[in-house]
C-alpha cells in the first residue's frame, strides 16, 4: 500500500464523516422546524416582507429559514442552532480536504 493509496482511504474516511456530519445537520434542522411553531414563522416572513430593505441592512434574515434565526428560539432553540452551524462547518473543511485528498491520489 504506497502513499496514494493511502491519500485515497484517507480521503474516503473524511468524505465518511463529512457524510455523518451532514445528517446530523439535517436531524438538527427537522428539530428546530418542530421547536419554532407556524404562527411565529409566518409572522417572521409578513414582517421581512412589510419592513424596506435599506442600504446597511444586513440580507441575512431574507435568505435563510425563520427556524434558523436565533432571536427566534428560547435557550434550547439557540442552542440547537449553534450546533447546528458548528455541523455545518466542519462538513464543509471536512468535504474540501477529502475532495483534495481523492483528487491528488486519482491524478497521481
Known amino acids: 500500500m504506497g502513499p496514494m493509496d493511502l491519500m485515497f482511504v484517507a480521503g474516503l474516511m473524511l468524505a465518511l ?3 455523518w456530519c451532514v445528517a446530523r445537520v439535517r436531524d438538527i434542522d ?10 411565529v414563522e409566518r409572522r417572521w416572513w409578513r414582517r421581512l416582507a412589510s419592513a424596506p430593505i435599506g442600504w446597511a441592512e444586513p440580507l441575512w434574515p431574507y435568505f435563510v429559514p425563520a427556524h434558523w434565526q436565533r432571536q427566534l428560539h ?3 432553540g439557540a442552542a440547537l442552532i449553534h450546533q447546528m452551524m458548528l455541523f455545518a462547518g ?3 473543511m471536512l468535504a474540501m480536504v477529502a475532495l483534495g485528498l ?4 486519482i491524478t497521481s
Do not use: D, N
Open 102 to 105: 481523492v483528487a491528488l491520489a
Open 17 to 19: 464523516a463529512t457524510g
Open 74 to 76: 428560547s435557550g434550547r
Open 90 to 92: 466542519i462538513a464543509v
Open 30 to 39: 427537522r428539530e428546530l422546524r418542530q421547536l419554532l411553531p407556524a404562527s
